[in-house]
C-alpha cells in the first residue's frame, strides 16, 4: 500500500458519516465494560530525579531520542511481570516468581 492510496482511503473514511459505519459485528457493550474503562490511559505521568548507574544511562541514551520512555516501558514490563504486592498467588508461583527475582537482582 503506498502513501497516495492511504490518502484517498482516510479521505474517503473522513467523508462518512456515522449513520454509514456497520457495527452489526461489535457486541454491545454492557454497563460492566464501563465500569472498568474508566481507568485513565496512559497513566499520568509524575516528575521524579532518579539516580542510574553511568553504563546504564549510557546504554539508554544510545538509542536516540525517547530514552525516559523507554526506562519506563521498561519499568512497566518489569512490573507486570512480578506479582502486585499483597496479592497471594500460588506457592509454587510464588517461589518461581522468588528464584527468579534472586537471579536478576530484582528486590
Known amino acids: 500500500m503506498n502513501n497516495k492510496s492511504i490518502k484517498s482511503d482516510l479521505e474517503r473514511i473522513d467523508r462518512m458519516k456515522d449513520s454509514d459505519i456497520d457495527y452489526s459485528d461489535i457486541p454491545p457493550l454492557g454497563d460492566e465494560f464501563f465500569t472498568k474503562a474508566t481507568v485513565p490511559w ?18 539508554l541514551k544510545a538509542g536516540g531520542r525517547g530514552y525516559q520512555t523507554r526506562i519506563n516501558r521498561i519499568l512497566r514490563a518489569a512490573m507486570e ?27
Not at 46 to 54: G, K, M, N, P, W
Not at 84 to 94: C, Y
Open 42 to 59: 496512559p497513566p499520568e505521568k509524575q516528575q521524579l530525579t532518579i539516580r542510574l548507574d553511568a553504563d546504564v544511562l549510557h546504554w
Open 81 to 107: 511481570s512480578l506479582p502486585r504486592p499483597g496479592v497471594k498467588k500460588s506457592t509454587t508461583a510464588f517461589r518461581r516468581n522468588k528464584s527468579s527475582r534472586k537471579r536478576t537482582g530484582v528486590q
